[in-house]
């Protein structure tokens, strides 16, 4: 299984600078999206790869967060949210589960300047936790997407000025320490242990172009996938976004 996921920053947007060409190029069996901004019937005009099912969880508020996972193989089953009521409003996650494992593909919020909402961002990594921990009751999970988090000094190039900072507070890091002792792999790290390698970057002071930017999309694994995990990369090559699409693939 070929994994791909990318915080696009608004799909038909995205879908102007190539979304459709890397999709079509990267033989990816799962690829979620991120932070679409759009209801389905938005982009019903556009002409997706063929060969891939949809499945689509918009926010309630127009032009606003939102998630879709697309695969070539039909899911056994699709549930949207993580059945937490105040969370799924902003259209945060989808599930689908295939015969090997589930993939969770989630938007996690964002803290917000001054974390100004924290209260809400450690609700939901508490939620969503709990739901990972039931799911793997059945098989294993793959989660994957903008976790809004930078979890070592190592995830990004400005440690020491961003201590506290939304993405990188003691809350957040915390939060996502919490999934790795409850027993999940942070896939990239299992690969590559060195500096440098980031997938977000600001518009602002040419931040990318002098790789200035934070790690903070991610593809988690249930630590029973170990012995499955073939690679895992990030793609920062891939212009569109202020992301770029990070990845995994597995042996079953």
Known sequence: ????????????????????????ASQADVIFLQEVKALEADVEHIVWPAGYERAWNAAEKKGYSGTALFSRTKP????RGIGSAAHDAEGRAITAEFPDCYVVGVYVPNAQPELARIGFRQEWDRALLGYLKKLEEKKPVLLC??????HEEI????????VGSPGFSDQERD?????LDAGFIDTFREFETGPGHYSWWTYRAGARANNVGWRIDYVMASGSLRPHLKRAWIEPQVMGSDHCPVGVELKF
Request: aromatic letters at 8%.
């Open 76 to 79: 056994l089953s699709v549930v």
């Open 1 to 24: 299984m070929k994994l791909l996921s990318w915080n696009v920053n608004g799909v038909r947007a995205a879908h102007g600078k190539g979304l459709l060409d890397w999709m079509a």
């Open 175 to 179: 939060g996502f320490r919490a999934f």
């Open 155 to 162: 995830d990004l190039a400005r440690p020491k000025e961003n």
């Open 145 to 150: 997407g903008d976790l809004n988090v930078a």
